[in-house]
């Protein structure tokens, strides 16, 4: 659908330009500076550089089970460490590696076991690809929230443990509206598909020439999967950092 030449990469030299000047113009990060514009631009080219560099090892990884399940490893850890330092700047940031583990692991382990998903890197990657990426948004936009509330309402926090509440259960009244969220932006985008979204995976096999039901079919499975999985991660994220087990550190 789209060439791969000179033109390709200016166009999108320019989008990355325009993303970054709107980014600084308007002062969209958290201090109210421009720092976030180069965290825009290096985003734009670390994803050109690791798409490279996928689109030349994908070839390797399809073709032998130790190299794929590298491969999804790799993915899964990459996901713990974006979204442990999206949340926190501490050393529990670790502690990202549950929410994602647990969301993903048992579905895709459901997928293998019932047929629908075969063990081949060509089916396995792109579905487990997905399914991480959702638990790793729901996890980083839960965790955040959850806590940035729990910083804000600080001394509600500290008025329910005084009134005999226990410590997980005063930060659990706090943070779970704020962390519920977190699953917004997945129940819109299943709200409202095929009305004003078509998501890549139906588009994909449209282009591929798959039949409009069969592409339908598994954009509706990938839409459904991609919700549990969210679901789970928002709730073992939210029940983290009410135990405290991923926290921040308190500021003066």
Do not use: C, K
Not at 40 to 56: D, E, I, K, N
Not at 167 to 195: C, N, Y
């Amino acid at each position: 659908m789209l060439p791969v030449n000179f033109t390709l990469a200016a166009v999108l030299a320019v989008l990355l330009a325009v993303a970054a000047a709107v980014v600084a113009f308007a002062r969209l990060s958290e201090d109210g500076g421009r720092g976030r514009a180069r965290a825009v631009v290096t985003a734009g080219l670390r994803a050109a550089v690791q798409l490279a560099a996928v689109s030349l090892l994908i070839g390797w990884v399809v073709r032998a089970l130790p190299l794929l399940l590298a491969f999804l490893l790799l993915m899964y850890g990459v996901a713990v460490w974006t979204a442990g330092r999206r949340i926190t700047g501490n050393s529990t940031w670790w502690w990202a590696a549950v929410p994602i583990g647990v969301a993903v692991g048992p579905v895709v382990a459901a997928l293998v076991l019932t047929g629908l998903v075969p063990v081949r890197g060509i089916a396995l990657i792109p579905v487990a690809g997905i399914l991480i990426g959702g638990a790793l948004t729901a996890t980083v936009l839960g965790g955040r929230r959850a806590l940035d509330e729990l910083e804000v309402r600080r001394g509600e926090v500290e008025a329910g443990m005084a009134l005999g509440f226990l410590d997980r259960d005063a930060r659990l009244e706090i943070a779970r509206p704020a962390a519920s969220d977190a699953l917004l932006p997945g129940l819109d985008q299943t709200r409202t598909v095929g009305l004003v979204t078509l998501p890549g995976a139906f588009v994909g096999m449209l282009l591929a020439g798959s039949s409009p039901a069969l592409a339908a079919a598994v954009q509706l499975f990938v839409l459904v999967a991609l919700m549990a999985v969210q679901a789970v991660a928002v709730a073992v994220v939210l029940e983290l950092v009410a135990r405290g087990r991923l926290h921040r550190d308190l500021r003066p």
